[in-house]
Structure formats: C-alpha cells, structure tokens
C-alpha cells in the first residue's frame, strides 16, 4: 500500500487548477484549527484512483484526495448571521483574475482569493472559541476506518437524449421503425391537458450537478503527504473539489 500511496503523492503535483499560476497557501505562520468531532468539514482535490491491499491480500479500489490547505475565511455566529457557521477557501488565486471585492474579503485571511469556497453550517450551540479567520482546518478528527460523507461535483456529460440521460428504452429497431429508433415516444395527450407536465423527463443537460456519497469508509490517512484515501470511486474528474465531512447518518449493525 506505501508504494501507491508514494506514486499518488508525485502524481498530485500534476493536478492542474484552471491553468493559473498562484502563490500555494502553506500552513507556515498560520495556526491550525482542530474542528469538533461531527463538525463541521474539510476540502480537498481529487487526485485520482489506485488500489491497495487490506490484511487479507485482497485488492481494493480507493480515491486519493488531496488535502489542500483549507483556510478558514469567515466565521458567521449567531449574533450577527442568526445562524452559525464556517466559510472555508481552498486553491490560491492570483490578484489579476480576482476581483476588488473577493481581494477584500480574502485579504482578511492572508490571501488574494481562492478559487472554492464553501460554508459548513455549524449547530446553534457550537463552541466556536479557538477558531479565528486565516486558520488552516485540521484533518485530525478522521481517522483510518471512519464513515465520512463525500460531496463533489459529477463529470459534465453535455446534451444528452432520454436513452443516454434517463435509461429510457428508446423505439422499434425495425417493423417500419423510422427516425424513431431514440424517440422518448409520447409526451402527452392532445386536448385534455394539452402541454407536457412539468418536470417530464426529456433531453437536456446531463452531469455536472452536486453528488453526494454517503457512508463512504476512510481507508488511510496520510499525514505527511497530505493524502486521504477513501474507499470507491468519488463524482468528478480529477482536480475536482471534493467536500469531506464525517458521516451524519449511522449504519445500524
């Protein structure tokens, strides 16, 4: 398992983030949060996909995610939001492709911008003492054989027809079949209602909507090359942004 755990870490250094270069955030000079068990969440990159092997000598396949340096960039309390959470940047971006507000609200972390934001919502009773903005959250509250809930962004598939996008069945391949081979069939009545009911499954874009996995087993957490390793596959493609956060719905043995 050390062997592919190495090749993941050289392999990361060629994700590519939209092509622009930026100042990487490091953790030096900024201190480190250590969120709450069920707390909130972390960020990460997806890295790609290799197997390794458990105890047993059988091979199984696992998702490396990177784990960029996640700075936190706001905190919202139920003082001043009416709610409690924390908003969290990840990937630097540069002065120039960043506008004048988001330099300003970066500028309070040590950052110019990033290319991802997210917020965590954080319950009303939450101890938020220890936590202040420009700090880098931890990956100490997963460990190796933790359920954790994994949300990323699914592969864009473009326009795609009812056979591609919804498993439907499509027309007759022959018996005087024609032009209907990939037809949806019939979409309605004529008079009685007379229009397509709303939200009828039709073509249209596929892919590239929110997914989220749940329940989904950490296999290892690599610390000092800043890799976590979750069991299957993960939506997206590689260098998408993948939100982890431990798992909010328990498996009853």
Excluded: W
Excluded at 106 to 127: I, S
Excluded at 143 to 161: E, I, W, Y
């Amino acid at each position: 398992m050390s062997e592919n755990v190495e090749n993941a870490s050289e392999n990361k250094q060629d994700i590519n983030t939209s092509g622009t270069e930026a100042t990487p955030t490091t953790t030096q000079g900024r201190s480190h949060a250590v969120l709450t068990q069920g707390l909130g969440g972390i960020l990460g990159v997806k890295a790609g996909m290799t197997q390794v092997f458990n105890a047993d000598g059988r091979s199984m396949a696992v998702t490396v995610i990177d784990l960029k340096p996640s700075v936190i960039t706001q905190i919202k309390t139920n003082k001043d939001n009416d709610y409690q959470a924390i908003q969290v940047g990840i990937i630097d971006k540069n002065a120039a492709h960043t506008s004048l507000s988001e330099q300003g609200h970066a500028k309070k972390a040590g950052a110019t911008g990033f290319y991802h934001y997210q917020e965590f919502r954080l319950p009303k009773d939450a101890n938020l003492e220890g936590l202040a903005v420009g700090q880098v959250l931890t990956s100490d509250f997963i460990k190796a054989g933790d359920l954790v809930d994994v949300s990323s962004r699914s592969k864009g598939k473009g326009f795609q027809g009812g056979m591609k996008r919804y498993n439907m069945s499509g027309g007759h391949k022959t018996h005087g079949a024609s032009l209907s081979h990939r037809s949806l069939g019939s979409i309605g009545n004529r008079a009685d209602p007379g229009r397509c009911f709303k939200n009828k499954k039709m073509p249209g874009h596929m892919g590239h909507e929110k997914i989220s996995v749940q329940n989904v087993q950490v296999v290892k957490v690599d610390k000092d090359n800043g890799l976590l390793l979750i069991n299957g596959s993960v939506p997206g493609s590689r260098s998408t942004v993948v939100s982890i956060r431990k798992a909010v719905k328990t498996i009853k043995k």
